[in-house]
């Protein structure tokens, strides 16, 4: 019988981190989709105005080929395509005038838009 974590890569440490208000409140919203046990599914896309933009869910269970991690008690899965641009990114919870929301502080990124939620890398693209 297969597990349903078989084929996922697991890493002694993490890709990114999460402070520790991001993990507080990505466990709440899990709890409160009923999915105290589920993961935050951490990806890149292409779009928004910088080029490529961040995208988080949540999901019952990691993806084939996910790097899966825990952040205190915060079970993180990490797109495999999203790795090379999210080496080293910290992920924020942030309470502002305009709204709160996750926030990513990415070290990859060469340039990012307004709203914080897309960003470019270099041409060449992280680790060249």
């Given at each position: 019988?297969?597990?349903?974590?078989?084929?996922?890569?697991?890493?002694?440490?993490?890709?990114?981190?999460?402070?520790?208000?991001?993990?507080?409140?990505?466990?709440?919203?899990?709890?409160?989709?009923?999915?105290?046990?589920?993961?935050?599914?951490?990806?890149?896309?292409?779009?928004?105005?910088?080029?490529?933009?961040?995208?988080?869910?949540?999901?019952?269970?990691?993806?084939?080929?996910?790097?899966v991690f825990e952040q205190d008690g915060l079970r993180i899965a990490v797109e495999s395509a999203a790795r090379p641009y999210l080496q080293g990114a910290v992920i924020d919870y942030v309470t502002a005038l305009h709204g709160a929301g996750f926030k990513f502080l990415n070290p990859n990124a060469s340039r990012t838009c307004g709203c914080g939620s897309s960003f470019s890398v270099d041409r060449h693209g992280p680790g060249d």
């Open positions: 019988m297969e597990r349903p974590n078989e084929g996922q890569q697991h890493d002694v440490g993490p890709l990114l981190q999460l402070t520790p208000l991001a993990v507080e409140q990505a466990k709440a919203v899990l709890t409160r989709k009923g999915m105290p046990e589920g993961v935050l599914r951490v990806s890149v896309t292409g779009g928004g105005c910088s080029g490529m933009q961040y995208s988080l869910s949540l999901a019952l269970e990691a993806q084939p080929g996910d790097l």
